[in-house]
Structures are given as structure tokens and as C-alpha cells.
């Protein structure tokens, strides 16, 4: 087992155009504590100007999320969240997962409904419906022998080839469809696909909302405010291997590089800032993270 202790410092900023009142926004940007994965040590989330309302609640999936509202009239709206994180890796040394064709029974077999079942990860959600050429994609890499981990590991490897990392190519609004029309994106774009390829097949599949620290290239520094919030998929892998995480944007497997903000269907489920408020015109979004690790 690999122990990584981290500071998180990460600051989103709204700039609009016209000030903007009457705002309504719920958060979810605080690393969750997880047993044998990470754990949250401390952090505070500070958020400017000061809401009017705040409040915190647990959503279905049983993650922390904070709602606030900023009732007058305000030209940008910031927030900046800190937290120390320690994460926890473990390796995968065997694959316990059954061949495809005997996934649906252990799905079957589970009666559960609550948030980690896999039930709730199989058919449509709010921004993933059934795309043709994705679930033929999907089609394209399966073997009768195959297990789902193997499924799963091929399909990630798969989109990580075929698919090319641009930021400029898609929003976050571009639908799955598009962005594999494009074969371009970003890690939104790769962990939809990924997990509508593995739902066309009966394989649960939800998506993972978190940070991902990144390694400056040989003799470089670290740049402040360089690191990004990340997006990777979780897999159900049947009964005795249960969740998996698989990174599609780097084809690799969740380690110690990547902390857990939220579970989700898709996007819609862990966006790590929703809301409404009353404007017109265009807003800036800026946003800066740091993934420190601790000597």
C-alpha cells in the first residue's frame, strides 16, 4: 500500500459582464473521505461575496454539497477551497471479475439500492443516452473470452488511442456524440464515452469528479495554479471485485494521483459548481488548482 499525503488550494472565479443578483449556486468541491482510498484531513471553503443563505446537505450519492445564495447585485463571485487529503493506493493483483456473459446474474444477485449499487449505473442518465456508434465502438472490443476488467482496461486503452486531448475542441456542454463524432476533447469528453461504451454493453459504469496531480516534465518547475480538476470512470466489476477507477484520459489506473471530490451517473451529477442567477450579457470563468504533495 502507497500513502500520499496532499494540500489542495484550488480558486474558481465568475466575472460578468453585467452584475449579476439573485444567485443560487450549490457546490460540491471538497475531497470526500473514503474508507481504504483517502481521507480527509481538514479544509474550509471561503466564498466572496459573503452569501446571504448557506446551507449543507448530503446529496443521494452521499456526497457533501454546500447551497448558498448572494442576494444583491455583484460583479464577480469567487470561491477558493482548501484541504489536506491523504490517499491511499492498492494494487490490483488478481481479476476476480466474471466473463460478460455472466455479469448480469451477480447484477441480478445484488438487491440493494442504495447509492453504490450497481443498478443505478446501467441505463440513461442526464446527459448519457444511448449513442449508436458508440455502443458499436463498444462492440468492437469485446471477446466471448474476455472478463469485465479486461473489457474495461481494453476500452480505456482503446479511447486513450483514439481520442485526442484538446482543450479547445468542446465545452462542457458538448454531448458524448459529438465529442466521439470529434475524437477530440477533454477528460469529460473521454470518461462519458467510456462509461456510455460500457453501459451499451451491461456493464455498470459511473463517472468520478476529482484532482489529479500532474508531474512537471524533467528539469522544469512546478507551475502554480497548473493542475486542474479531473474527470475518470468507475467500473463495477461484479461481486468480489466490485469498483474499479480507470483513467481514459491517461489510460491508466486511479492511484495516488488522483483524489475523489464525487460519484456520480455523469457530469450533471458531480458538477462541482450549479446554479441560476439573474443577468445578462457574457461572464469569464477562470479557475487555478494546486495538487501539493507533502515531504
Not at 461575496?49 to 447585485?73: G, K, L, Y
Not at 465502438?137 to 472478463?147: C, G, M
Amino acid at each position: 500500500m502507497i500513502q500520499v499525503l496532499y494540500d489542495l488550494n484550488m480558486h474558481m472565479g465568475y466575472i460578468y459582464d453585467i452584475p449579476a443578483s439573485g444567485a443560487r449556486h450549490i457546490m460540491r468541491l471538497m475531497p470526500l473521505s473514503l474508507p481504504n482510498r483517502q481521507r480527509l484531513v481538514a479544509g474550509s471553503i471561503t466564498i466572496s461575496p459573503t452569501p446571504d443563505e448557506q446551507s449543507h446537505f448530503i446529496d443521494f450519492f452521499e456526497h457533501p454539497a454546500t447551497s448558498f445564495m448572494v442576494r444583491a447585485p455583484h460583479e464577480k463571485l469567487d470561491i477558493r477551497m482548501q484541504a489536506r487529503v491523504q490517499v491511499e493506493s492498492h494494487s490490483i493483483v488478481a481479476d476476480f471479475s466474471p466473463v460478460l456473459a455472466h455479469l448480469p446474474d451477480e447484477i441480478a444477485a445484488v438487491w440493494s439500492l442504495k447509492p453504490q449499487s450497481p443498478h443505478h449505473f446501467l441505463g440513461n442518465s442526464p446527459r448519457l443516452f444511448e449513442t449508436p456508434l458508440i455502443s458499436e465502438y463498444a462492440r468492437d472490443s469485446v471477446l466471448p473470452h474476455l472478463t469485465v476488467l479486461q473489457i474495461a482496461n481494453a476500452l480505456c486503452a482503446r479511447i486513450h488511442k483514439d481520442f485526442t486531448y484538446d482543450g479547445e475542441a468542446t465545452t462542457v456542454d458538448t454531448t458524448p456524440a459529438e465529442a466521439f463524432r470529434l475524437k477530440r476533447g477533454v477528460c469529460q469528453d473521454f470518461a462519458h464515452v467510456m462509461i456510455l461504451a460500457l453501459r451499451s454493453l451491461g456493464i455498470p459504469a459511473g463517472y468520478v469528479s476529482g484532482f489529479l496531480r500532474t508531474i512537471p516534465p524533467a528539469g522544469k518547475e512546478r507551475l502554480e495554479g497548473a493542475d486542474a480538476m479531473h474527470a475518470w470512470v468507475r467500473v463495477w466489476c461484479g461481486e468480489m471485485s466490485g469498483w474499479v477507477e480507470l483513467d481514459p484520459t491517461n489510460n491508466i489506473p486511479a492511484g495516488t494521483d488522483h483524489i475523489v471530490v464525487a460519484y456520480g451517473r455523469d457530469y450533471d451529477d458531480v458538477a462541482p459548481v450549479i446554479g441560476v442567477l439573474k443577468s445578462y450579457g457574457s461572464q469569464q470563468t477562470v479557475q487555478a488548482v494546486d495538487v501539493i504533495p507533502l515531504k
